[in-house]
Nanobody
Framework: QVQLVESGGGLVQAGGSLSLSCAAS????????MGWFRQAPGKQREFVAA????????YYADNVKGRFTISRDNAKNTVYLQMNSLEPEDTALYYC????????????????WGQGTQVTVSS
């Protein structure tokens, strides 16, 4: 069982930055690939970024590539999402999720989800 708690969301102006964190419980964190997803009102949940168990491989959605950076610290059981050059279109509820062993773009491959943290970007 893995419990995930996101933090770091908030209100920011377009062009600004935010750093999200996701703290995981349990001693098996290092065996889980981690992902960030987001869901805007009236839209489906979409993939944002993922990172392998070791942190050696990262993956991004095209619309955040070059602006967002995913990282993890297995000693702290935490995954991060650094978001720069934010745009109003980035406004959404951001979720972190854990998938056993293998990174994926597919939300159905993830076993555990946090409650989400709201990111609002004003124009």
């Amino acid at each position: 069982q893995v419990q995930l708690v996101e933090s770091g969301g908030g209100l920011v102006q377009a062009g600004g930055s935010l750093s999200l964190s996701c703290a995981a419980s349990g001693r098996t964190f290092r065996w889980y690939a981690m992902g960030w997803f987001r869901q805007a009102p009236g839209k489906q949940r979409e993939f944002v970024a993922a990172i392998s168990t070791s942190g050696g491989s990262t993956y991004y959605a095209d619309n955040v590539k070059g602006r967002f950076t995913i990282s993890r610290d297995n000693a702290k059981n935490t995954v991060y999402l650094q978001m720069n050059s934010l745009e109003p279109e980035d406004t959404a509820l951001y979720y972190c999720a854990a998938a056993w062993a293998v990174s994926s773009f597919d939300s159905y491959k993830y076993d555990y989800w946090g409650q989400g943290t709201q990111v609002t970007v004003s124009s």
